[in-house]
C-alpha cells in the first residue's frame, strides 16, 4: 500500500480554496454538499498564512506556477495539508475518485498516477453502491444505541448488521420510508438467531462480471462460504476476507448447522443445487436461497 487512505470529517471545518480555472471549479462542486465552510482566495490574499490559519484542507489551482507554489508556501506556513490540481509532486494529499451516498463515501485513488483510471473504477463501483445507502447508514447511526444493547455480543452485532444491509430495512430506506426501514429493524432484533440464519446457493457459472448484484451482496454479507472444488476463483474472491471457509468434506452438515445458529453461509456451486443437499436442509428447517449469474 503505497497510500494510507483516510476520511476527515468536515463538519464544523473550513476549507480553502485557491486560484481559478476548471480543476477549481470541480473541486467546489465536489464540496458543494459538505458541511465544511468553502472560502475563495485570488489574487495577493492566496499568498499570506493568515489566509489559511484554521483550515481544514486547501485547494490550489491555476495555470502559473508561481502562483501555485507560492500559494502552497503560504498555506503550510500556516501547518495546513495542501491538494496543487494535477500536481501531485506539489501536493501533501490527492484527491480520489469519489461516490457520494451522504454518510456513505467510497473513494478510488491512484495516488495521482492515474486519475482517469481511478475515474473509471467509481463507474464500476457506483452501481454497487445504491442511491439510498446513506439514508440507511444515518438510521443505522441513529439506532446504534438500541442495536448495542439489544445485540451486546460484537460477533452477534456484526451479523446482524450485515444481513439488515442487504435485507427488507435497507430496501424500505433505499426507498426513502426510513419509518418502516426502522420499524423493521426492530422486528429483526427480536428474533431469534436461528431465524436469521441461512444458506445462500450462489451458481457461479459464468464469469465473475456476470454475477448479479443480488449476488455480490450475498457473498459480502456472508459469515461462512463453501466453495466446491471447481468454482471459479474470482467469484469466491468476492465473499469478505474476514469470512469463514468450509472445506468441502461434510460442507452442507456444517452449513446447515452454521445457518440454524444463525449465521449466512454462501455455497458457491456450478450449475443447480444438488437435490439431496437441497432436501437436507428442507429437513433440518433451514432457510434456503438460491441465485443464478446474469445472462450474457
Known amino acids: ?15 480553502v480554496l485557491a486560484g481559478d480555472g476548471a480543476g477549481l471549479e470541480a473541486k467546489l462542486r465536489l464540496l458543494a454538499s459538505s458541511p465544511a465552510t468553502l472560502v475563495r482566495l485570488t489574487g495577493a490574499d492566496a499568498f499570506q498564512a493568515d489566509s489559511y490559519r484554521g483550515a481544514r484542507l486547501v485547494f490550489i489551482a491555476g495555470e502559473d506556477e508561481v502562483f501555485a507554489q507560492s500559494a502552497a508556501a503560504a498555506a503550510r506556513a500556516a501547518h495546513v495539508l495542501v491538494n496543487v490540481i494535477d500536481r501531485p509532486a506539489w501536493s501533501d494529499f490527492n484527491t480520489p475518485a469519489v461516490i ?11 495516488g495521482g498516477a492515474a486519475p482517469v483510471m481511478a475515474a473509471m473504477l467509481r463507474t ?11 439514508r440507511f447508514a444515518a438510521l443505522l447511526r441513529r439506532m446504534q444505541g438500541e442495536i448495542r444493547t439489544a445485540l451486546p455480543d460484537l460477533t452477534d452485532r456484526r451479523a446482524f448488521l450485515r444481513q439488515a444491509i442487504g435485507g427488507p430495512a435497507a430496501k424500505a430506506a433505499h426507498a426513502d420510508d426510513i419509518a418502516s426501514a426502522e ?6 432484533l427480536g428474533q431469534t438467531p436461528q431465524a436469521r440464519g441461512r444458506v445462500l446457493f450462489i451458481d457461479a457459472s459464468g464469469p465473475a462480471d456476470l454475477m448479479t448484484l443480488r449476488a455480490v451482496r450475498a457473498l459480502a454479507a456472508a459469515d461462512t462460504v463453501a466453495a466446491d472444488a471447481n468454482a471459479p476463483p474470482g467469484v469466491v474472491d ?14 452442507a452438515r456444517q452449513a446447515a448447522a452454521l445457518a440454524l445458529s444463525g449465521k449466512i453461509v454462501a455455497r458457491v456451486i ?3 443445487p444438488d437435490a439431496q443437499e437441497l432436501a437436507a436442509l428442507e429437513q433440518l428447517g433451514v432457510t434456503v436461497e438460491i441465485m443464478v449469474p446474469a445472462k450474457a
Open 1 to 15: 500500500m503505497d497510500v494510507f487512505p483516510a476520511f476527515i470529517p468536515l463538519t464544523g471545518s473550513t476549507i
Open 100 to 110: 457520494d451516498r451522504g454518510e456513505v463515501v467510497a473513494a478510488v485513488g491512484t
Open 124 to 134: 464500476e463501483i457506483e452501481v454497487h453502491v445504491p442511491p439510498g445507502a446513506g
Open 183 to 188: 420499524i423493521l429493524i426492530r422486528d429483526a
Open 238 to 251: 468476492l465473499a469478505r476476507r474476514e469470512a469463514d471457509r468450509l472445506p468441502l468434506g461434510g460442507a
Open 270 to 272: 456450478l450449475g443447480a
